[in-house]
């Protein structure tokens, strides 16, 4: 998982699939070792265990959330890591936002659920960009983004959509009726993966909406209005205080900031490869 090392345990089926599915690529490491993150998925010790299977998440014997059906497991597991991250890893500017990099500069997609980021995610990371995030833009004190080479998050619509525009991408179990609609995981890709102790440099803040039958459009924005956007998507801008403004600034002043919506991935892939073209050629 890149800067982080997480130490899991369950006797649930499904976990064990998911991980060894959606996670194949990720480095095992000796059971001694430090992590940053001890957790758990268990089946809570009551009787509805067998009347209605659920299973809870521990983090270090605290639990944070409300049981859920036991066949959410995996996706609990993931949302699980993300709040692990969120709300411990404070010596980065946390944003919710997926980040990809293509010949060394990196594209920040802030945007809130059922934006279509993680679907134009998992589009450009099966058309030649690395995945660096799909939930959680890690920005360092040196302005540096931290890669966290996980699994891309899909929703409802968007598991058919990539299926159909990457078939050779891995998507793992589809679980319906959660909290947030159908969803399911694609693994990253194995270069992602192996490369999660590079960190990259931000080139641009892209902030994403997919309109259907809409045509793939980049419109520059404002510094002032993406500033907002940003820490308006923050985790933990204002518990970083002047700390928070300083990277969010720097930030700035070291990227270009558009708003893009598309409708169709073939053309936005296009139109991101011709952004990224254009920075090697510039920048």
Same mark, same amino acid.
Request: aromatic share 10%; glycine share 6%.
């Given at each position: ?6 130490? /899991? ?7 064990? #699939?998911? !991980?060894?599915? $959606?996670? +194949?690529? &990720? ?120 890669? /966290? ?7 409802? #619509?968007? !598991?058919?959509? $990539?299926? +159909?525009? &990457? ?117």
């Amino acid at each position: 998982m890149g800067a982080f090392v997480t130490h /899991v345990q369950s006797a649930i089926p499904s976990v064990a #699939e998911g !991980i060894h599915q $959606i996670y +194949h690529d &990720a480095q095992i490491l000796e059971e001694q070792r430090f992590a940053d993150f001890h957790v758990a998925l268990e089946r809570p010790a009551s009787h509805r265990r067998w009347l209605r299977p659920q299973v809870i998440f521990r983090f270090d014997g605290y639990t944070p959330f409300k049981p859920l059906p036991v066949n959410q497991a995996f996706a609990l597991f993931e949302w699980g890591l993300n709040w692990c991250i969120t709300t411990h890893a404070h010596q980065y500017l946390i944003i919710h936002a997926a980040v990809i990099e293509k010949e060394g500069f990196a594209a920040i997609l802030p945007a809130p659920p059922g934006s279509g980021k993680s679907t134009l995610t998992a589009g450009l990371v099966n058309r030649g960009w690395r995945l660096l995030s799909d939930e959680l833009g890690l920005i360092s004190k040196a302005g540096l983004i931290q890669p /966290v080479a996980r699994p891309v998050s899909l929703k409802n #619509e968007s !598991i058919e959509v $990539i299926r +159909h525009f &990457a078939s050779e991408a891995c998507i793992g179990r589809v679980v319906k009726d959660t909290l947030k609609g159908t969803v399911s995981h694609m693994r990253a890709p194995t270069e992602s993966v192996v490369r999660a102790h590079e960190q990259a440099r931000p080139a641009w803040v892209v902030f994403p909406k997919f309109d259907t039958g809409t045509a793939a459009t980049l419109k520059p924005m404002a510094p002032a209005q993406a500033f907002l956007g940003l820490a308006r998507n923050a985790f933990n801008y204002s518990l970083l205080a002047e700390d928070g403004f300083r990277r969010l600034a720097t930030l700035m002043d070291t990227t270009t900031a558009y708003s893009f919506h598309y409708g169709n991935l073939e053309e936005a892939a296009s139109v991101f490869n011709a952004l990224a073209e254009q920075q090697r050629a510039y920048g």
